[in-house]
């Protein structure tokens, strides 16, 4: 029971993270490694908001989003589009920014443990295992904002536009589409679903001013898993790593060491056996 729990929950918050991943790389071919420092900063404006400021919890939820997704947008205007057609540049301005939020984190809070309250309180007992009603209230919650992106990506002009300019950006523009502007929206709705993250999985985890390391490296693990740019395969392969990464913690005497190692195993093997992942188009030689 701690296995399926734990690997629900991973995977749903790898999900959530790599398909923000995959959209702003699908349509603006941007490599943003600073992803994962957003869900660390939205966790961090929760717990500011509700226990410094003592704000409702929902609320303060709802303002950390916001709040991620803006300080995202500035962050895309002013840092990272003026050298988006420069892919080594990107990588290492994404860094660069994620490094400056750490150090901002680790300024105004210390690198003392922090932790945010849960929603609902209390629990129920299966087999001898306590399941909390946080854990199945933060996976209903993914599961939800899962089938909105997926609505919004299948079911509107905004998502079609979307889809256009990720299978060719040649051709959407022949078309009309305004491609500034478009990756302009899909890098808020990226950093938004970080922010999201940070929200519904901040109750479950610690706080630290390093805690966008780990899931940095298990994010690009999924990624490259499912196909660089795939929506569905992030999806799939984030719950093939969670629960790969649950596996290892609950069997293995020294697990909790363990689990980013062979995530890291799994997406070298990908690489070698299969670069463009489980869902990714296959790599072509121009000639």
């Known amino acids: 029971m701690n296995i399926i729990i734990t690997g629900l929950i991973t995977g749903s918050m790898l999900a959530l993270l790599s398909i923000g991943f995959s959209l ?19 966790a961090y404006c929760i717990f500011y ?19 991620v997704t803006l300080v995202g947008l500035l962050a895309y205007k002013f840092a990272i589009d003026p050298i988006r057609e420069h892919e080594a540049a990107v990588m290492v301005a994404t860094v660069a920014l994620a490094m400056f939020f750490q150090e901002v984190i680790l300024q105004l809070f210390t690198f003392e443990y922090r932790s945010v309250d849960f929603l609902i309180q209390g629990y129920f007992t299966v087999g001898g295992n306590k399941i909390f009603y946080q ?3 933060t996976f209903g919650v993914v599961l939800l904002i899962l089938l909105v992106v997926w609505l919004l990506l299948m079911k509107t002009r905004l998502g079609l536009a979307i889809r256009s300019m990720a299978e060719d950006r040649e051709v959407s523009n022949l078309m009309g589409m305004n491609e500034s502007r478009l990756a302009m929206i899909t890098m808020g709705l990226s950093v ?4 999201v993250t940070g929200a519904v999985i901040g109750p479950l985890y610690v706080l630290t001013p390093n805690m966008w390391e780990e899931p940095m490296i ?19 392969a984030a719950y093939i790593l969670g629960f790969a990464e649950a596996l290892v913690v609950f069997l293995l005497p020294t697990g909790s060491f363990l689990k980013m190692p062979v995530a890291l195993i ?22």
Request: net charge positive; proline share 1%; glycine share 10%.
């Open 24 to 42: 702003i790389f699908g349509v603006a071919k941007i490599i943003n490694l600073a992803h994962t420092a957003f869900y660390m900063v939205a």
């Open 49 to 67: 908001l509700s226990f410094r400021l003592g704000l409702n919890v929902i609320l303060s939820m709802l303002i950390a989003v916001a709040t």
């Open 135 to 137: 854990q199945l209230l």
């Open 192 to 195: 938004c679903l970080a922010g």
């Open 218 to 236: 298990m994010m690009m693990a999924v990624v490259v898993l499912g196909g660089l740019g795939s929506i569905k395969g992030s999806f799939i």
């Open 266 to 287: 799994i997406m070298i093997l990908v690489l070698l056996i299969r670069p463009e992942g489980l869902f990714g188009i296959a790599f072509e030689e121009e000639r």
